[in-house]
C-alpha cells in the first residue's frame, strides 16, 4: 500500500519534504498541498502529479490524503495537527509541535480522546545513524547508568533575524528531545549561562550561551549553543555513564596530509550533516503509517516535553536562574 | 519524466536494485523484469506493478522500457548489454560488463556503430562520498601529482565456492576501477604476491593476496585483498602525491570508552559500507537518462579495461611474474 | 654549573622526584634530603650521594644547597616554602603551595620584601607537550578570542580515604591552574553541580561532580570531574573562541582491529599520563635555577589563586550556588 | 653503580648522545670521548668533565671507561665495534653495525669467540612506545598469525648528497629491523619498485621507492619509502595477522577546527618523532650495563641482518628483480 500524502505548507522545508517523499521514500506519495501563497505549492509540487488545494482543511478533509505533513510556519503547526487528529488521520509535524506548552497539550487532550497515538514530530535526531548508535550502546547497559552528557551545537553563523531566545526554541530544542531518548528520562531544571559574547554576531544576540539541564533521575546536561562559532556546523554529544561512556562519532571526510597539516573538511550546514537522518525518518514514518501500527518516532508527549522545556529555558535565560521546568509524569499513553 | 526501467535477472542484487528504483530513487520506476525462475521474478516485483516477462529480449523489446539493468550472473552480461546497444536503449549493468577482454570488446564495438555512448557499468565506489572526497582533492591538485596508491580491501569470510581467481574478478575489480579514475590514468601491469594464506580458510583458497599495479603514467598502486580477515569488512585507500596525501576515511561509529578501552564498531558487509553509494549511483543514473545526456558514471571503456586488468591479474596470480595488461590508449569516444 | 638540591619530604612523589632529578634531568643532583621518617629518607635517597639530615631547616641552611624541593604532605608546604623564601634559596613546591588562601598570601608577602620571585609550584600540566600546543594555538590567536572551554579530569577508583571536597582541593585543582593559564585570565566564580552520583563508590563521596567557571574576562568553563569512572584515567580539555577551537590531543595508542572493533586502550593512572610533563617541568626549573633568571613556571601567585578558588569551589559544593572567589588583581611583580 | 663511557665520535648523532647520556639517563656518564677533530671532542664535552683522548683505541682502553659507544662515521664503525669487544666492554654501535654483510659477520665471529654478547645497535624503534605496544599486542597473539605489514617512511625533503642507494642503506634499514624484530622472523628476500620520480628531488635520486620484502615464514610487507614527500615527517605501519590488524598510532596533535577543516600539526623530522625512544634506548642499555646483564636490544646479529638485507635490496633497486638475501639461520648465540 502506498501512504498518499498531504502536505501543509510548502516554504523550503516543506519543499525538501515533499522532494524527499517522492523521491527517496518508498511507499508514500505526495497528492495534494496547501500553501499561503499558491504559486509556490505549484512550484513544490511540478511534476509530481499532486494538485494545490486552497487550506489545510482540505488537505485533510482530502479522501485521498492518508496522512498529513505539517510544515508550515511554527504558530500553525498546533491548529493543522489539531485538525488532523480530530480527522483520525496521521500526523507528521515539522519542530515545533507547538509554540507553548498550552498548545501542545490541547494536542495531548484530542489524541487522548481520539483514544490512539496518530502525532509523530519532526525530531530527526533519533534516525541519525551516529545517535542511534549511541542509544543501542546506552540501552544496552554498555555504559552503565547514564549520569552526565556533554553536548555542543554549533553553526557558522545566523541572520539578523535569529534572537536570543532562539538559541533554546530553536537550535538547543534538537538535543532537549534527544537527550530526553538518549537518557530516557524528563528535564526537570534548566539555567542558562551566559559566557562573553563572541564579536562575530548582530548586536542584539547573546551567543554562545551554555543551557544546563537536570534530568528527573538526577543525570546533569551541559550544552553549548554557539551559533556564529564561524569555522563550521558541527554537533557533538558524550553520554557519561557508570562504567563507561559513549560519544557521537564525527563526521567522516577524506583525510589529507599537506603543509605540515593532517586534516579533514568540516560541513557547514545541518542540512548536510542530517540528510540520511531525513530521510530515515520518513521512511519510517510512512512504514509505520502504511502497518496501520502507531508511530514509534517522537510523539505528541515529545513534543509537549520539548515545548515545557524550551519555555523553561527562555525563562532561565531571562532570569538567570535555575528554572523548574514543571514537566509532568509521562502518560501511560505515551509509554 | 519518469525512467521507467526494465530489470534482467532478479537474484539478489536484482531484487536489491528493484527495491533501490522503486523505494529510494526520484524519477525512476521498475516496469517490466525476467529471471530464469519466473516465481523468482515475480516475487520481486511483488507489489510493485511491474511484469514478468520471459525473456530479456522481451524486456529490452518492451514498448514501455526506457532503460535497461542488467544484474544476471556475470557470463550473460555482455548477450544483454550487447542486445540493448543494438535496441538504443540505455543500460546499467552491473559488474562485470564482460567476463572477458573479448567481449568487452564487442560492447566497445556495438556502442562505436551506435555512435553514442549507452552503457554505465555499477562501479559503485565511484558514487561513495568518501572517494568522491578523494577525487575532488586529487582532480584540485591537493596533494600534486599522484605517485602512489595504497590499498586494502578486507571481508570477513568467504564461502567455500569463492576461488583465488575470484580475489582479482570479484574483490579486486572495484580497486581496478576505482584507482583508474582516482588516478585518471590506466593499468599498464600487474604483479600478485601471494603471502604466507591464513588458516582461516578453506584449502584450496590462495588468501590473502598482495595485488601490485603499475599505472601508464608511472605510478605504482599497492593492494591487499584479504578475503577471510575475521574481523570485518573494511575498504581502505591512501592515494599518495608530490605535495601531500589524501586518503579514504574510516566509517563512523559511535565511540565507546570501557573497561581500559577506547573502540568503535566495524561494519562486516559491503551491503552496508556502499549503501549510501549504491544510491546515489542509480540516482544520477536515473537522472542522466532522463535528461537524455551521455551518463557521467563508469562505461563501456572501464568495464573493458577492468576485464583486460582483471584477466592480467588472473595469469599474474598463475605466474607468479608482472603480467602486462597491453590494454590499449582510450578512445576518444570515451574522453 | 650543576644545581644542588635538597628535598623536603620523601614520601611517594618525593621519592619520584629525586629519582627524576638524579636520573632524567641534565644539571641538577640531589644532595641532601629530610623526611620525618629518616629511613625512609635514607631509602629514597640509596646510591644517589646525598645525605639525610634531620630538618627542613637544616635541608634549607646547608651551605650546598643551591635550590629546595618541598614534597612533605600539603599542610606542611608553607612553613617550608617561607623558610626558603626567607633564606633567598629557589624553592620548587609541590601542589598545593598552601593548604588556605592566608598561607598563601603570606608568601606572597615574603617574596616581595624579598624583591625577587623564588617560587615555582608543581602544576605538571603546563609542562605537558598537549597543553604546551594549545596554549601556542590561542596565544597565537588561532582560536580568536577564547569564550569557553570545556573539561573532563576522570580517574578509574579512589580511595575511601578520597572526600568529597578533594574533587576540588586535589583534582579539579589541575584543571584550576592550567584554564587560568591557557585563558591567560583569573578564575572570578565558581558553582559546582552534583549530578546522580555513581553507585561505583564509597557512600560519603560525592561523584561525580561538574564544576563552572567563570573568568573575570566572562569565559566559562565546565569541568567533569569523576574519580570512579571505572574504565580508565582521562583528561580532556578543549577551548572555545571567536573563530575557532583547540581540543588536547588524545593518549596514542596502538590501534587493534579484532572481532569486529576497532580499538585503542586507555591509561589507568595520571603517573602514565604526565610522565613526560613531570620531566619536562624539573628539567625546565633546573635550567632556569642554573641560569640564575626567575623560573617562568607556576609562580607563587599561581599557587595562590589556586588556594583562592579552590576555597571558593568548596564553599560552592556546601552551598549549591554561585561563589565569587574574591580573587585580587595580580600584582605587576607576577606579570 | 655508575657506568662510564667512553665516545667514539663526536658529530652531531654523537653530540646528542653525550648530551642524553649525561642529562637524561639514570646512571651512566660520559668519561672519556675522542674524535679525528679534537676541538669538536672538547666542545662536545664542555661542562661535564670528561676527556679527550687521542684515538678511539685509548677510549677503550681507558681503566675508567666501562663500556664505549660508537658513534663515529658508519664505515669506521666495525673496527670500533671489534676492538671493544676484543677488550670484553660492552659497546652500544649507532647504525649501521658495519657497511658490509662482511664486516658484520667479523663481529659475529668475534663476539662467538669472546664468548658472550657485548654488542648493541642503535636500532631505536624498539624503544618507541607506539612500536612496543604493537610488539605486545603481537606476542600477546592479539592478531593471530602475522601475514602482511605494510609501511610508510616519509621525510621532508633530503640533501643532495642523499644517494638513491640511501633510501635502503639509511631510512629503509630502520623498519628491516623493526619488522623483523615485530614479524620475529628474517626476511628472504626484497624486491624494489620505484614509482614515478617526484619532481621535487634532485635529478639522480630515485624517490620515491616501494621495497616488497618476504619473511622466511612466508609473511609479506611492503614499504613505501618517500623522502621528499614535503609534507612532514611521518612513520606508518600496520601487522595483519590471521584475527586482526595493529597499526602504529598517530603522533598526538592539538585538534584545531577553524576556516572549515579539523586539523592537527604533521612532525618535521625524526629527531622530535624518536626523542623518548632515543631516551628509553640508552636508560635501557645503561641499566643492563650496570646489572651486567646481556643486553635485550637489537644485537650483533640483528646488525648483521640489517646489513645483509640491505645490501640485498641495493641490488634489487639496481636489478629490478626478486633478490634472495640469503640469510643464514639464526645462531643459538642470539636466541
Redesign the interface.
Known amino acids: 500500500m502506498t501512504v498518499r500524502v498531504g502536505v501543509i505548507g510548502t516554504g523550503w522545508i516543506g519543499g525538501e519534504h515533499i ?1 524527499r517523499i ?6 508514500a506519495e505526495v497528492v495534494a498541498v496547501t500553501d499561503i501563497d499558491a504559486d509556490r505549492a505549484a512550484r513544490a509540487v511540478a511534476g509530481t502529479g499532486a494538485r494545490v488545494l486552497a487550506t489545510g482543511e482540505e488537505v485533510i478533509a482530502a479522501e485521498d490524503v492518508d496522512a498529513v505533513v505539517v510544515t508550515s510556519w511554527g504558530p500553525a503547526h498546533a491548529e493543522s495537527v489539531l485538525a488532523a487528529v480530530a480527522a483520525g488521520k496521521p500526523v507528521f509535524c515539522e519542530k515545533p509541535l507547538a509554540t507553548s506548552a498550552e498548545d501542545a497539550q490541547r494536542i495531548l487532550d484530542a489524541e487522548a480522546r481520539h483514544g490512539a497515538r496518530l502525532v509523530q514530530v519532526g525530531f530527526m535526531r533519533r534516525y541519525d ?2 545517535y542511534r ?2 542509544k ?2 546506552v540501552s544496552a547497559g ?4 547514564p ?2 552528557a ?1 553536548c ?1 551545537h554549533r553553526n557558522p553563523t545566523v541572520p539578523e533575524s535569529y534572537h536570543s531566545e532562539m538559541a533554546s526554541q530553536d537550535t538547543a530544542v534538537h538535543e532537549i528531545d534527544v537527550l530526553r531518548w538518549l537518557l530516557d528520562d524528563e528535564i526537570s531544571s534548566v539555567q542558562v ?1 551566559t ?6 554576531r548582530f548586536e542584539h544576540l547573546r551567543d ?1 550561551q ?1 543551557l ?1 539541564f ?2 528527573v ?4 546536561v ?1 550544552l ?1 549553543v ?1 551559533v556564529n ?4 556546523y ?1 554537533i557533538g554529544c558524550e553520554v ?1 555513564g ?25 560541513l ?1 550546514d545541518w542540512v548536510q550533516r542530517f540528510a ?1 537522518a531525513f530521510d530515515a525518518e520518513f ?1 519510517s514514518w510512512a512504514d509505520e503509517v502504511a502497518a496501520g501500527t502507531p508511530t514509534t518516532g517522537p510523539n505528541a508527549w515529545d513534543g509537549y516535553a520539548a515545548a515545557v522545556v524550551t519555555d523553561a529555558a527562555v525563562r532561565a535565560l531571562h532570569s538567570g536562574g535555575v528554572v523548574e521546568t514543571g514537566i509532568k509524569e509521562r502518560p501511560a499513553f505515551y509509554a
Open positions: 522532494r517522492t523521491d527517496r521514500v518508498g511507499g545513524t551516529g548508535q549511541m543501542e550502546v554498555g555504559i552503565g547508568t549520569l552526565m556533554h555542543v549561562l559566557p562573553r559574547p563572541t564579536g562575530k554562545p551554555m544546563l537536570e534530568m533521575g538526577g543525570a546533569r551541559d553549548e554557539f562559532c564561524q569555522y563550521g558541527e557519561v557508570e562504567e563507561g561512556t559513549v560519544r557521537l562519532p564525527e563526521v567522516p571526510g577524506a583525510v589529507v596530509r599537506s603543509a605540515a597539516r593532517t586534516s579533514t573538511p568540516v557547514q540520511g521512511q
